[in-house]
């Protein structure tokens, strides 16, 4: 069989995806060229073209059809009709539409297993609403699309790998959705993951919610009374987990590799360390100038992964974008879409 290609989705044609779709088409074009990766971009085809025309007007992306029985190793597929010209940097309900429109083909392709995957390019909330799909982000519309529940979100950033039990809740919330289930559900999504991405051991360690793990029971019994209980049956099923592990802690040591992975229980928890390390930020400005990091989705029956940024309208057109995390989120699907390796003791 063939190496399928992966989907890239534009996301809101108006932000900064058009840019790094074709700058990391740029970077990767010696693999492109020779076979060993194939690449759908799914959007705006004039936006692509503005884009290409602008930042590597060297770069040959041919435009196809779903129809079309055999596609070049880069090529770009229009996800619905075009409206009023959609401009860098301006809000616009057909952003948000074609944003929409662009996920939903390639999940129809995903599953229908015309390509492997899925990359997707960052939407905006505001413009995905405004054009009429009431979805708080690309993971909600994803879970809908597939008929999936219970999906859950690894951000990744070189070993940093976290796992969230919750993501976009209050946060007075959290300790009712952290169940038993819940974060068995996260322990064997990540721990495929992990396996998938060919790490072998799969040490996970689980983050405490309550400082101190909750201290004896004096600052909360959550990971005392939930946590602990779901962590001593992983462990018993043969999974090679600890925890809870107090959060001011657990990160330090993912950082120095005595764990795979963690997970968190909340967005911040699991957000902060990954971003943190991931931004690069220059001392003389004080501006953010590079990133990295990739937001995958687990538990869908696709492979879906994402840059780990926003579509940053400010800065769209101006050819400062940098494509890094999609490269990395492009990497990414390639490994999680081999077959999973099966690791072997020593």
Same mark, same amino acid.
């Given at each position: ?31 492109? @060229?020779? #076979?060993?990766? &194939? ?7 004039? /936006? +692509? !073209? ?5 930042? $590597? ?98 951000? @990744?950033? #070189?070993?940093? &790998? ?7 809740? /209050? +946060? !007075? ?5 952290? $169940? ?167």
């Amino acid at each position: 069989m063939s190496l399928r290609h992966l989907a890239i989705t534009m996301g809101d044609p108006a932000g900064i995806g058009p840019e790094i779709i074709v700058k990391a088409a740029q970077r990767l074009h010696d693999r492109i @060229a020779s #076979g060993s990766l &194939r690449l759908l971009v799914i959007g705006s085809n004039p /936006a +692509l !073209e503005a884009a290409r025309r602008k930042f $590597t007007p060297g770069l040959v992306i041919s435009e196809v059809t779903e129809g079309d029985a055999n596609w070049p190793a880069l090529a770009a597929m229009q996800a619905g009709p075009e409206g009023e010209p959609i401009l860098p940097g301006v809000l616009s309900a057909d952003g948000g539409r074609f944003a929409f429109q662009a996920v939903d083909q390639g999940v129809k392709l995903a599953l229908a297993g015309r390509i492997g995957g899925i990359v997707t390019a960052p939407l905006n909330k505001e413009a995905l609403n405004k054009a009429g799909y009431h979805y708080p982000g690309h993971t909600e519309m994803l879970a809908e699309l597939t008929g999936v529940r219970g999906s859950c979100m690894m951000l @990744a950033h #070189g070993n940093m &790998r976290v796992s969230h039990v919750t993501t976009h809740i /209050a +946060l !007075e919330d959290v300790p009712k959705r952290a $169940t038993p289930e819940r974060i068995r559900r996260v322990l064997d999504l990540t721990h495929d993951a992990v396996t998938r991405l060919g790490l072998g051991r799969a040490k996970i360690a689980v983050a405490a919610l309550n400082p101190h793990a909750g201290e004896g029971g004096l600052f909360g019994r959550h990971d005392i009374d939930v946590a602990g209980p779901v962590i001593a049956q992983a462990v018993a099923d043969g999974m090679d987990v600890v925890g809870p592990v107090p959060g001011d802690t657990v990160f330090v040591k993912l950082r120095a590799g005595q764990y795979d992975a963690v997970i968190a229980n909340y967005h911040d928890q699991g957000h902060i360390p990954v971003k943190l390390l991931g931004f690069e930020i220059d001392p003389a400005t004080g501006k953010w100038n590079d990133l990295s990091g990739v937001n995958i989705t687990m538990g869908l029956p696709i492979i879906r992964t994402s840059v780990d940024h926003g579509t940053a309208f400010d800065i769209a057109g101006q050819g400062i974008a940098n494509e890094q995390s999609l490269v990395e989120a492009i990497e990414y699907a390639e490994l999680l879409a081999r077959p999973a390796r099966v690791a072997v003791a020593a």
